[in-house]
């Protein structure tokens, strides 16, 4: 069946390394989003994607973290000189255009900063 | 990214009870959506309904939505094993916001 696909599933960084997180969206989907699970129950928005364009950045934190969605290529989140508060599980989202329709997440990266 | 309460935070029952929770939010919405994520795993999607909609079903799961009072329920019915997971109800269209989840324990 169809999925959105991330790697890697665990990726462990010494505080101040930089971190790279990959997502396959689901073709046809035309919007990618990036949330962080930090706590088991709190989900925060970071980035959100309209095809290989920026659609929504309000969430990110714009100094360390970055992201792209390039054609044929997996998305990628990357964090430079990761911090230990950035430890927690990363979700990517993908979703058709118009609303309506319900998102499909991958089954995310754990990011474990040390 | 919380928009709202939901209620209750836990939840345990026995193997085919019911299980019902609610949720709360603050803004108008055009939609509302219900996940499941099991323990360590990704968000599986399981309903929409829509702002004119008051009930839907889907299979063994049943949706309301009052948009009066901006709240929704959601009933699992002959609860089984596997639905052990936690459930969130989530707004927004293009900027999901998410409640805090109702952690369900179905006990065999």
């Known amino acids: 069946g169809e999925e959105v696909a991330q790697t890697p599933k665990h990726l462990v960084r010494g505080e101040g390394q930089k971190a790279k997180l990959y997502c396959a969206p689901i073709?046809?989907?035309?919007?990618v989003f990036w949330y962080q699970q930090v706590l088991k129950n709190e989900f925060k928005f970071l980035i959100s994607?309209?095809?290989?364009?920026?659609?929504?950045e309000t969430g990110m934190p714009k100094e360390r973290f970055s992201a792209k969605c390039l054609p044929n290529s997996p998305c990628s989140l990357e964090i430079q000189a990761t911090k230990l508060e950035d430890s927690a599980v990363y979700f990517c989202?993908?979703?058709?255009?118009?609303?309506?329709?319900?998102?499909?997440f991958g089954s995310g990266t754990r990011l474990t900063v040390v | 990214s919380q928009q709202g309460e939901e209620d209750p935070q836990a939840l345990s029952i026995q193997e085919g009870e019911n299980a019902t929770m609610n949720c709360s939010y603050k803004?108008?919405?055009?939609?509302l959506q219900w996940y499941r994520q099991n323990s360590g795993r990704g968000l599986v999607h399981l309903i929409l309904?829509?702002?004119?909609?008051r009930e839907k079903h889907s299979g063994r799961l049943r949706v309301t939505l009052d948009t009066s009072k901006k709240s929704s329920s959601l009933l699992i019915t002959a609860s089984r094993a596997a639905d052990t997971a936690s459930y969130f109800c989530?707004?927004?269209?293009?900027?999901?916001?998410f409640g805090a989840g109702t952690t369900v324990t179905v006990r065999a």
């Open positions: 309904i829509r702002s004119n909609e």
């Open positions: 994607f309209q095809n290989e364009n920026v659609f929504d």
């Open positions: 073709k046809g989907h035309s919007y």
């Open positions: 989202a993908s979703t058709r255009a118009g609303t309506g329709y319900g998102y499909t």
């Open positions: 803004t108008s919405i055009n939609n």
């Open positions: 989530v707004t927004g269209d293009y900027k999901l916001s």
